[in-house]
């Protein structure tokens, strides 16, 4: 992993999301002050129901644009319930690499949840759509959202495919009687069947003693979403210390809709801020969370990183302090990537380049037009 500067440009590897929802990217700003469950219960629930075909790719799209024009041509994305497979469809035209799974709930609101037997149907539908640079990975919500008979499923299907959920996010998530009854979260999951070296669990905030050392004996990994967890109110992961228990961590944004930015160097940064806290401050070299949030993530999901890379413009002064720094990918993290990218190329296909999106599809219909649609929904749901 190398960077290089000439003309004012910097190259150096693209950003992967390991964690994001491009079906909530139209919500943002939706969803203010509230903590994840009345969060959930009460505004992206209602919001997600609301979906249309249609609204459901002008959500893809504007997300993608953000990603693309801060460095990211890589991702894992939970989708919804319904209209995943236009998620699909939207990626695999603009030449991204990604893994996606509709979204598994059995259990909540009646307007959301299906049966599980409409759910194996659905996840072989949007699997099918799946192809080229796109895979496809099993996304249950999190333990609140999914029956017993749901994690069966998932713990009798293939090891290797990758598999993500919600993890010891919240405190009031950690009062469930079988997340109580089980010891923690985790080992709830590892109960279930759910861990391995192909699991990646979203936030694991709340942790219970001797969970880290699950976590690593398993292999799985952790998403850690800093921004969102912080206007959720529900924590700070302790990476340092996840880290020197032997727990592959890697670095997201989550949603729009609990982190009102799409921008991984964005979170990368926030992250090293919070590790300094949590730990030392020069207990993780740049380097390593550089790696966090691009190949460590690309590797964990099997993605072929051959033509891929991001250019930004530096200016002469910041040219000079990257040379003479005593960090330079700390630094290279550091800066404001969304105005600074110029060119992302994906495999050798320009996916970005200064400010157009060349593979993107054209809205369908207004973003206020969509904004619209799902939130006259949601209120008669909410």
């Not at 409409?118 to 959202?145: D, I, N």
């Not at 919600?166 to 759910?194: K, T």
């Not at 992961?237 to 991984?264: E, Y």
């Not at 700390?330 to 969304?338: A, D, G, H, M, R």
């Amino acid at each position: 992993m190398e960077w290089t500067v000439k003309g004012g440009r910097l190259t150096c590897p693209p950003l992967i999301q390991g964690h994001v929802h491009l079906c909530q990217t139209l919500f943002r700003g939706c969803a203010e002050g509230r903590r994840l469950l009345p969060w959930l219960t009460r505004r992206i629930w209602p919001l997600e129901a609301c979906h249309t075909p249609e609204t459901m790719r002008v959500s893809t799209v504007l997300g993608l644009r953000e990603l693309f024009s801060s460095g990211c041509c890589g991702m894992l994305d939970m989708g919804s319930v319904e209209h995943s497979d236009v998620i699909v469809e939207t990626l695999r035209a603009c030449g991204a690499r990604a893994l996606i799974g509709n979204a598994l709930m059995d259990r909540g609101p009646s307007y959301l949840v299906r049966p599980l037997e409409w759910l194996q149907r659905e996840s072989e539908r949007v699997r099918k759509a799946c192809g080229g640079r796109v895979g496809y990975a099993f996304t249950p919500r999190f333990v609140l959202s999914c029956s017993r008979e749901l994690w069966e499923w998932l713990a009798g299907e293939d090891p290797e495919t990758v598999r993500t959920t919600h993890s010891s996010e919240a405190a009031e998530e950690m009062e469930d009687p079988s997340i109580r009854e089980a010891g923690g979260n985790v080992r709830l999951m590892d109960d279930l069947g759910f861990l391995g070296s192909r699991t990646v669990l979203a936030h694991c905030i709340h942790l219970t003693p001797g969970e880290a050392e699950l976590l690593a004996a398993r292999g799985a990994a952790v998403a850690h979403c800093p921004w969102a967890n912080l206007k959720l109110g529900s924590g700070i992961a302790r990476i340092p210390d996840l880290r020197s228990r032997g727990v592959t961590v890697i670095v997201a944004s989550d949603g729009s809709a609990c982190n009102n930015s799409l921008d991984a160097a964005s979170d990368a940064r926030l992250a090293m801020g919070l590790a300094s806290v949590t730990g030392d401050p020069g207990g993780i070299p740049g380097k390593e969370w550089f790696r966090m949030v691009s190949r460590t993530p690309a590797t964990l999901f099997g993605f072929d990183t051959e033509g891929d890379s991001v250019e930004l413009e530096l200016t002469p002064r910041e040219e000079d302090e990257l040379h003479t720094c005593d960090d330079p990918w700390k630094y290279i993290l550091e800066l404001p990537w969304p105005c600074r990218v110029r060119k992302l190329t994906c495999g050798g296909t320009v996916l970005y380049e200064d400010g157009e999106f060349p593979t993107l599809p054209e809205l369908p219909m207004t973003v206020g037009k969509a904004r619209e649609t799902v939130l006259a929904g949601a209120e008669r749901l909410a």
